[in-house]
């Protein structure tokens, strides 16, 4: 009799620890809408890994902790934001450490750091943003339009079809077009797939051209704008890296950029079929409240897409290479 009532202490004391350990974390807390700020006293520690610095990439982070401040409160989220400066072991190491401190979500921004994600850990939940294709980067064969595993996200592939139209708008006498991207880079390889399909709908010739890495890229290039009339450049995080030496190579050749994105473009193209990196962080950073506050499950979760996409020119370069911009076009602001 006395051991069953001190085993009965020992169960209520245990209890009463755990109920403790919830912490006010019960399904009422999290439920309370979309717009409303947790007040569970929980703060949540969102782990970024960032692939490498430049503009659009940086846009894409920041959209992404705004909407978390805001959905969350800036009191109930912090971020550990990391670079991994364009290595795939910086950012193998990176989301480790993440897995290590047993963060909340993982933020993946670009493809490399989405696979090093997905490669440490199947619990901890992962959005990625400022990735082309899911399907390429995470190497699923029946996509369906989400991924089935702790992964979810925004993607930032504007239409291959319009962005081969734009080109013959911009370049209507084009004889051989390059298309030019890091090999290292599986989404800038199924950008260039598609591209050089559009290319052969249209009867237009062209040849790829690839770069290992940045200490290739001038080689590489030099060689494309002898052969050909124009470039094209898929969002390519190398490339967009190292603008201003494609540009020193192809402006004094006078051979157009057309560019996946703006910030490509803003460096060293003449026009670009331009999304926001900015709205897909930021659709990811609603994502995010929906998974750690609402509870929407991650592995369902369909990959977004930027709203809506814009024709964008850089009128220094259209300039000095006297092409004419056609009419439905808006400047890249300086």
Do not use: R
């Not at 912490?23 to 439920?31: A, E, I, L, Q, V």
């Not at 950012?91 to 909340?104: G, K, L, S």
């Not at 996946?260 to 999304?275: F, P, Y």
């Not at 509870?295 to 006297?322: F, H, Q, R």
């Amino acid at each position: 009799m006395k051991t069953k009532k001190i085993l009965a202490v020992m169960l209520a004391a245990t209890m009463t620890m755990a109920l403790a350990a919830c912490g006010g974390s019960s399904p009422s807390d999290k439920t309370e809408g979309a717009d409303s700020k947790s007040d569970s006293g929980k703060v949540y520690k969102i782990g970024i890994c960032q692939q490498l610095e430049h503009e659009a990439l940086d846009q894409a982070t920041q959209g992404f902790k705004d909407a978390c401040e805001e959905k969350f409160g800036k009191d109930n989220v912090t971020f550990d934001l990391q670079n991994g400066q364009g290595e795939q072991a910086n950012c193998a190491t990176i989301a480790n450490n993440f897995v290590a401190d047993n963060v909340d979500l993982i933020l993946a921004n670009a493809t490399t750091a989405l696979q090093c994600a997905a490669a440490a850990t199947d619990t901890i939940p992962i959005l990625g943003t400022s990735v082309t294709d899911y399907a390429t980067a995470l190497d699923i064969s029946d996509w369906t339009g989400s991924t089935g595993m702790n992964i979810s996200g925004t993607c930032d592939l504007a239409p291959i079809d319009e962005q081969e139209d734009m080109l013959l708008e911009m370049v209507p006498d084009v004889k051989q077009v390059g298309i030019l991207y890091c090999s290292a880079e599986p989404n800038s390889a199924y950008q260039a797939k598609l591209f050089g399909e559009a290319l052969d709908e249209d009867g237009i010739t062209y040849k790829e051209y690839t770069a290992a890495d940045s200490n290739e890229i001038q080689s590489v290039v030099t060689s494309a704008v002898a052969e050909c009339d124009v470039l094209y450049i898929p969002t390519d995080n190398t490339m967009a890296a190292n603008t201003e030496v494609i540009n020193n190579i192809c402006l004094p050749e006078k051979v157009p950029v057309i560019a996946g994105e703006q910030g490509i473009c803003s460096g060293c193209g003449v026009a670009t079929l331009s999304i926001s990196y900015y709205d897909i962080g930021y659709k990811a950073g609603e994502m995010a409240y929906d998974i750690l506050v609402n509870g929407a499950d991650i592995s369902t979760m369909e990959i977004g897409s930027a709203p809506k996409v814009t024709k964008m020119y850089n009128a220094a370069i259209c300039e000095e290479l006297g092409i004419e911009v056609p009419d439905g076009y808006e400047a890249i602001e300086e």
